[in-house]
């Protein structure tokens, strides 16, 4: 990608806002919530979506320089290089283009001269047909037997966004009517406990396991594929792996020679990378299994929308654009470096885990883009829980120690509401009371003055005292449909490019996640030289070798 080496903090618009900081400072959310226009400002309404963000620490000016910056930072120019397929991750040398994946099947989006469009749909369509085949019973196991129950294989990317998805569907009731019956399982860890959890209570007759390694060599994911492989033959013999197993990958050559049929291999691209690749057969195909393509379909169309938001509406209305400058302004001036993701809804459980790999594996960097070492921070520190679970858990914290902003995410309409007579309100209400009260009592806190006039004794009116001007913004859906979980996920995959654009870093590769890997390589060497020869640790520091003597000596040999 063309670009030249400042960095964004030498620019004018990065000093404005640095010496605005002191201005803010001197600004406290009880006095910028009183001012009506400015909160009313700061509502963004899309198809029935509000962002609600009038409780950042932010003024009006504020959000005129952040605007600033996204210029000086040639943002609009970045975003329009993604969606016209240039090869923005420069490390890798590739396009960036999980807007494809979900893209209307009239649509041109180009890597290398090339529209990608139509072999998008040529996937999507395998997949329609495949999954349908399989929950219509006219695709049966080796005994005859329909296919009802599906493990899926995979890890980081390739498991964390399907697994949100597939609990956000889990209890919507056109999606869980379409999953009568069925079971989708997700296997990612290495350890034997995760195999264990997802094969108990399964028969090998009526289980199809998807193996999702782009390249067919993932560590973890193929000895997981390997183990399953020997749960299905043990039970069904040899034969049963090509009825039994099927791929998402582009190595037809290892597919084949694993013993899957690579007419049963669903393709995806190096420009989708792993974290971005829910849109991808990574996520329909397990997702359709489970729930029908229509219901994906819906999926996809909804996080599409975003996708045309995003690329076309003015910054000053466009929502991810404006999350993703307050997440800047949050981190590298105000000096947060943490943030919470609390989703109202249990449904949203496995969101913030899977954000947080889309935002700290994108944003977690260094250097810049051209590799200069930089002066700021970047990226944030990304949690959450669902409420009201994590009120009984961290807000505390968030309350009365360290400064956390906060994404408070909440539905007009429950997947499945609960009225009880006699009760003052629903069971929906009750967690949406807590929804609409958590920002409030972040924003104002609770004064000394105020405990003294409820009579508070001296001695804990310290304790009980909140002192308020912590920031948070509230995301509210009309529902949690399949249209509006795609509609969630992008906005924040687009709002993470944002941040990685503004700062000037590669937001797409993850150069990070490969020291450990090597290293535990030659770990792997070792234990298997020690337990095949009885051969010493050696080669490593003191204290990875005294690990190692105390693991070989204490745990039992295995069979090799």
């Given at each position: 990608?063309a670009?030249s080496?400042t960095?964004?903090?030498?620019?004018?618009?990065w000093?404005?806002?640095?010496?605005?900081?002191?201005?803010?400072n001197?600004?406290?959310?009880?006095?910028?919530?009183?001012?009506?226009?400015?909160c009313e400002s700061?509502?963004?309404?899309?198809?029935?979506?509000?962002?609600d963000?009038?409780?950042?620490?932010?003024t009006?000016?504020t959000?005129?320089k952040l605007?600033?910056?996204?210029k000086?930072a040639?943002l609009?120019?970045?975003?329009?290089r993604?969606f016209?397929?240039e090869h923005i991750?420069s490390?890798?040398?590739?396009?960036?283009l999980h807007?494809?994946?979900?893209?209307p099947?009239d649509a041109?989006?180009?890597?290398?001269?090339?529209?990608?469009?139509?072999e998008?749909?040529?996937?999507?369509?395998?997949?329609?047909d495949?999954s349908?085949?399989?929950?219509s019973?006219?695709?049966?196991?080796?005994?005859g037997?329909p296919?009802?129950?599906?493990i899926?294989?995979?890890?980081g990317?390739s498991?964390?966004?399907?697994?949100?998805?597939?609990t956000?569907?889990?209890?919507d009731p056109e999606?869980?009517?379409?999953?009568k019956?069925?079971?989708?399982?997700?296997?990612?860890n290495?350890?034997p406990?995760?195999?264990?959890?997802n094969i108990n209570g399964?028969?090998?007759?009526t289980?199809?396991?998807?193996v999702?390694s782009?390249t067919f060599t993932?560590a973890?994911?193929?000895?997981?594929a390997?183990?399953?492989?020997?749960w299905?033959?043990?039970?069904?013999?040899?034969?049963?792996?090509?009825?039994?197993?099927v791929?998402?990958s582009?190595?037809?050559a290892?597919?084949e020679?694993f013993?899957?049929?690579?007419?049963?291999?669903?393709?995806?691209?190096?420009?989708?990378?792993g974290?971005?690749?829910?849109?991808s057969?990574v996520?329909?195909?397990p997702l359709s299994?489970?729930?029908?393509?229509?219901v994906?379909?819906k999926?996809?169309?909804?996080?599409?929308?975003i996708?045309?938001h995003?690329q076309?509406?003015?910054?000053?209305k466009?929502i991810?654009?404006?999350l993703?400058l307050l997440?800047v302004w949050?981190?590298?001036?105000?000096g947060?470096p943490?943030?919470?993701i609390?989703?109202y809804?249990?449904?949203?459980?496995?969101f913030?885990?899977?954000?947080?790999?889309?935002s700290?594996e994108s944003?977690?960097?260094?250097?810049s883009?051209?590799g200069?070492?930089l002066?700021?921070?970047t990226?944030?520190?990304?949690f959450?829980e669902p409420?009201?679970?994590?009120?009984?858990?961290?807000?505390q914290?968030i309350?009365q120690g360290r400064?956390?902003?906060?994404?408070f995410i909440g539905t007009v309409?429950?997947?499945?509401?609960?009225?009880?007579e006699g009760?003052?309100?629903s069971n929906?209400?009750e967690?949406?009371?807590?929804f609409?009260?958590?920002p409030d009592?972040?924003a104002y806190?609770k004064?000394?003055?105020?405990?003294?006039?409820e009579?508070?004794s001296?001695s804990?009116?310290p304790?009980?005292?909140f002192?308020g001007?912590?920031p948070s913004?509230s995301?509210?859906?009309?529902?949690?449909s399949a249209?509006n979980?795609?509609?969630?996920?992008?906005?924040?995959?687009?709002?993470?490019?944002v941040?990685?654009?503004?700062?000037?870093?590669?937001?797409?590769d993850?150069?990070g996640?490969e020291?450990?890997?090597?290293l535990?390589t030659?770990v792997?060497k070792q234990?298997h030289s020690?337990?095949?020869?009885?051969?010493a640790?050696?080669?490593?520091n003191?204290?990875?070798t005294t690990l190692l003597?105390r693991?070989?000596?204490?745990?039992p040999e295995p069979?090799m």
């Amino acid at each position: 990608m063309a670009s030249s080496a400042t960095l964004i903090c030498e620019t004018q618009a990065w000093k404005d806002l640095k010496g605005h900081v002191e201005e803010i400072n001197k600004t406290h959310l009880r006095d910028l919530m009183s001012d009506a226009p400015r909160c009313e400002s700061m509502m963004l309404e899309f198809e029935g979506l509000l962002l609600d963000y009038s409780r950042q620490r932010a003024t009006v000016e504020t959000m005129d320089k952040l605007l600033n910056l996204a210029k000086a930072a040639q943002l609009p120019e970045k975003i329009s290089r993604m969606f016209n397929g240039e090869h923005i991750n420069s490390t890798e040398n590739r396009s960036v283009l999980h807007v494809a994946l979900r893209a209307p099947k009239d649509a041109v989006i180009k890597a290398d001269g090339k529209n990608v469009v139509p072999e998008v749909w040529n996937v999507l369509d395998k997949i329609k047909d495949f999954s349908e085949k399989i929950r219509s019973g006219s695709w049966v196991g080796a005994t005859g037997k329909p296919l009802k129950d599906v493990i899926a294989i995979g890890i980081g990317g390739s498991f964390l966004g399907p697994l949100f998805v597939h609990t956000a569907l889990q209890t919507d009731p056109e999606a869980a009517e379409c999953a009568k019956g069925r079971q989708l399982r997700f296997l990612a860890n290495i350890d034997p406990v995760d195999v264990a959890r997802n094969i108990n209570g399964l028969n090998p007759e009526t289980t199809l396991v998807v193996v999702v390694s782009k390249t067919f060599t993932t560590a973890e994911t193929m000895l997981n594929a390997r183990t399953l492989r020997d749960w299905i033959t043990t039970a069904l013999g040899a034969p049963a792996v090509a009825k039994h197993m099927v791929a998402v990958s582009t190595n037809l050559a290892l597919v084949e020679k694993f013993g899957i049929d690579p007419n049963n291999a669903f393709a995806f691209w190096d420009w989708v990378g792993g974290r971005y690749s829910v849109c991808s057969a990574v996520g329909v195909l397990p997702l359709s299994l489970q729930y029908g393509f229509s219901v994906v379909e819906k999926f996809l169309k909804g996080a599409s929308s975003i996708d045309q938001h995003f690329q076309s509406t003015p910054f000053e209305k466009n929502i991810p654009v404006i999350l993703g400058l307050l997440s800047v302004w949050n981190v590298s001036f105000l000096g947060y470096p943490a943030r919470a993701i609390l989703p109202y809804s249990q449904a949203l459980e496995k969101f913030a885990p899977h954000i947080q790999q889309v935002s700290m594996e994108s944003n977690g960097k260094g250097v810049s883009i051209d590799g200069l070492p930089l002066p700021y921070e970047t990226g944030e520190i990304d949690f959450g829980e669902p409420g009201t679970n994590g009120q009984h858990s961290f807000y505390q914290l968030i309350h009365q120690g360290r400064v956390i902003p906060c994404d408070f995410i909440g539905t007009v309409k429950s997947q499945q509401p609960v009225y009880l007579e006699g009760e003052v309100v629903s069971n929906h209400d009750e967690l949406m009371s807590n929804f609409f009260a958590q920002p409030d009592a972040l924003a104002y806190g609770k004064t000394p003055e105020q405990l003294q006039k409820e009579n508070v004794s001296e001695s804990l009116i310290p304790h009980k005292t909140f002192s308020g001007n912590r920031p948070s913004l509230s995301l509210l859906l009309p529902e949690l449909s399949a249209y509006n979980v795609g509609q969630l996920l992008a906005i924040y995959e687009h709002r993470v490019a944002v941040q990685g654009f503004v700062w000037g870093i590669n937001s797409f590769d993850q150069w990070g996640v490969e020291l450990g890997k090597v290293l535990a390589t030659q770990v792997r060497k070792q234990l298997h030289s020690s337990r095949t020869q009885g051969a010493a640790p050696e080669g490593f520091n003191y204290s990875t070798t005294t690990l190692l003597k105390r693991y070989l000596e204490t745990s039992p040999e295995p069979k090799m």
